[in-house]
């Protein structure tokens, strides 16, 4: 089958493209010309064209490839590029550095769908297009989530993570570091977390409420120096690494390390080694709101990103309404009741990460009012987020019906498992609501964007992840970004742009086949103790 010009597939969508004729070829006579400030771009652009074409890019004053970071083109924001392309020359360009690095990976797209290959490739002329490019995305917010507390994943696969992210211009990968079955973000001042919170006995085989489990015990854990290169690696390619280590429910793993958070300090309980939600929750004494703020205080050292997620979603109040000090607290703080406990303790670390110059962000449940310096997560719901937009909080859509991968792509016997729920297929993502509650230009400011999720309680190997991930990600990619092209034109770039998926080796058209025995899938997915 003949696959559409690379011009003509490009995922996201440029806001506006012209080609032209004629075509500019990338060789080892080709030199950048680059300006101050648009070195990283230029760094990044040897990084990923490299493995496939093994052209060096040298710097030269007279280069006829031009990277030029120029602040008076303010109409570009912070993430907008120009691209030109003829037969002379290219010119990037762009007023941030950001708008920079998105323009590198539309000029990587440009070039033939091999160059995305990570191993050499022979006898491919690296040629680009003639194009005239704007650019500039629709929406600030651009994102991933990935869970590695129910099956962890290392740090070589999450760079790799990014990197798909980058290439669809994502610039937001939220890790979900804390979950009742495992805890992997290192605390030195509480190692018990990792130590005893990182393992589990064993896991849950089928859904939640199953009486079946596989014996396999399931650990690991990062430490602060990988989840710094992390941050790292990622900010060279644009993207910020959101932490999630959540409360004031899912934290049986946080509880097993420490019975003295819970709301029964004596009792005595295990990682979590269930599905579902658990109904163990924490308890509200000051010494567990110091302790997460400890916890939060380290988070932030490791991750200088702006926005802490606080989790806050899934919380039983059964526990603090048998507890007679979490009664006595909700009444000495004037609450209605142990049920308000919820919203109260999320505000209390909100306060505290308020007061560190971060913004607290928070998955939007049912009845539950929010401090509105929480960035709102509306999972349940579209009409959640339209009413904490217009309540005046910043919203983040997260349907689960359009933005959840964990649920199965489609119907059929080849499909791996997947959450029970129901079908999010390719049209459903991209039909993803991203409308402003009301036309008011200020409260259409509060809708920052969207971002896909995906849970692991089914998904324990980098194969299975990336097969439920695309290309539905793609088509959040291409929505968030520009949304304007329609579902017909987004399907006939998504043809195309397959190959590049190709390329890199991502599963997206055929299910991985699944480790053979309990031994591999242990091994494809835990931390190497090494």
Same mark, same amino acid.
């Given at each position: 089958m003949d696959l559409p010009r690379p011009e003509l597939a490009l995922v996201p969508r440029p806001r506006r493209l012209s080609t032209r004729s004629g075509r500019f070829r990338l060789d080892g006579t080709t030199r950048l010309r680059v300006t101050p400030g648009a070195g990283p771009a230029a760094a990044l652009l040897r990084t990923l064209l490299a493995p496939a074409t093994g052209l060096r890019l040298d710097s030269a004053a007279d280069g006829a490839f031009v990277l030029a970071l120029d602040p008076a083109l303010t109409g570009l924001g912070d993430e907008g590029y120009g691209l030109t392309v003829s037969a002379r020359g290219v010119l990037l360009r762009a007023a941030r550095p950001a708008g920079l690095l998105r323009g590198v990976q539309t000029?990587?797209?440009?070039?033939?769908?091999?160059?995305?290959?990570?191993?050499?490739?022979?006898?491919?002329?690296?040629?680009?297009?003639?194009?005239?490019?704007?650019?500039?995305?629709?929406?600030?917010?651009?994102?991933?989530?990935?869970?590695?507390?129910?099956?962890?994943?290392?740090?070589?696969?999450?760079?790799?993570?990014?990197?798909?992210?980058?290439?669809?211009?994502?610039?937001?990968?939220?890790?979900?570091?804390?979950?009742?079955?495992?805890?992997?973000?290192?605390?030195?001042?509480?190692?018990?977390?990792?130590?005893?919170?990182?393992?589990?006995?064993?896991?849950?085989?089928?859904?939640?409420?199953?009486?079946?489990?596989?014996?396999?015990?399931?650990?690991?854990?990062?430490?602060?120096?990988?989840?710094?290169?992390?941050?790292?690696?990622?900010?060279?390619?644009?993207?910020?690494?959101l932490p999630e280590t959540g409360v004031p429910g899912h934290v049986r793993a946080a509880l097993a390390a420490h019975p003295e958070l819970g709301t029964v300090p004596t009792r005595r309980l295990d990682v979590w080694t269930h599905w579902g939600v658990c109904e163990n929750v924490l308890g509200t004494g000051e010494h567990v709101l110091d302790f997460f703020r400890t916890v939060l205080d380290e988070v932030m050292d490791v991750f200088p990103s702006p926005y802490v997620h606080l989790g806050g979603d899934e919380v039983p109040t059964t526990e603090w309404e048998l507890s007679p000090a979490a009664r006595d607290r909700a009444a000495r703080e004037g609450l209605t009741g142990p049920r308000a406990l919820h919203p109260w303790f999320i505000a209390r670390l909100a306060e505290h990460l308020v007061r560190a110059g971060r913004r607290p962000?928070?998955?939007?449940?049912?009845?539950?009012?929010?401090?509105?310096?929480?960035?709102?997560?509306?999972?349940?719901?579209?009409?959640?987020?339209?009413?904490?937009?217009?309540?005046?909080?910043?919203?983040?859509?997260?349907?689960?019906?359009?933005?959840?991968?964990?649920?199965?792509?489609?119907?059929?016997?080849? +499909?791996?498992?997947?959450? =029970? @729920?129901? $079908?999010?297929? %390719?049209?459903?993502?991209?039909?993803?609501? /991203? &409308?402003?509650? !009301?036309?008011?230009?200020?409260?259409?400011?509060?809708?920052?964007?969207?971002?896909?999720?995906?849970?692991? +309680?089914?998904?324990?190997? =980098? @194969?299975? $992840?990336?097969? %439920?991930?695309?290309?539905?990600?793609?088509? /959040? &990619?291409?929505? !968030?970004?520009?949304?304007?092209?329609?579902?017909?034109?987004?399907?006939?770039?998504?043809?195309?742009?397959r190959a590049r998926l190709d390329a890199l080796n991502v599963p997206h058209a055929h299910a991985p086949r699944p480790p053979t025995d309990a031994s591999a899938l242990t091994e494809a997915c835990r931390k190497d103790p090494g």
């Open positions: 000029v990587r797209q440009l070039l033939p769908y091999d160059a995305l290959s990570q191993r050499p490739v022979r006898g491919v002329p690296w040629d680009l297009p003639a194009v005239e490019i704007t650019d500039v995305p629709r929406h600030a917010w651009r994102g991933s989530m990935l869970d590695v507390a129910r099956h962890f994943q290392p740090v070589s696969y999450l760079r790799r993570y990014v990197d798909l992210l980058a290439l669809h211009k994502l610039n937001v990968f939220h890790l979900h570091l804390t979950d009742d079955q495992g805890w992997r973000m290192p605390v030195a001042a509480h190692p018990r977390l990792t130590e005893v919170g990182g393992r589990r006995a064993e896991s849950m085989v089928g859904p939640a409420g199953s009486d079946r489990f596989d014996g396999v015990p399931h650990a690991g854990s990062y430490t602060r120096a990988e989840l710094r290169d992390l941050v790292a690696y990622a900010a060279k390619r644009g993207v910020s690494v962000v928070v998955w939007a449940e049912s009845g539950v009012t929010l401090p509105l310096d929480c960035t709102v997560m509306s999972w349940r719901e579209p009409a959640h987020a339209r009413a904490a937009a217009l309540r005046g909080h910043h919203v983040v859509h997260a349907d689960h019906r359009a933005t959840y991968f964990d649920y199965a792509r489609g119907h059929g016997p080849e +499909e791996p498992p997947a959450q =029970p @729920g129901g $079908i999010v297929d %390719l049209r459903a993502v991209y039909d993803v609501d /991203l &409308a402003s509650p !009301v036309p008011d230009p200020e409260v259409a400011s509060r809708v920052l964007g969207a971002q896909g999720q995906l849970w692991t +309680e089914f998904v324990p190997t =980098p @194969g299975h $992840i990336e097969y %439920l991930t695309y290309p539905r990600l793609c088509a /959040l &990619a291409d929505r !968030v970004w520009d949304g304007t092209s329609g579902w017909p034109d987004f399907t006939a770039r998504l043809a195309g742009h």
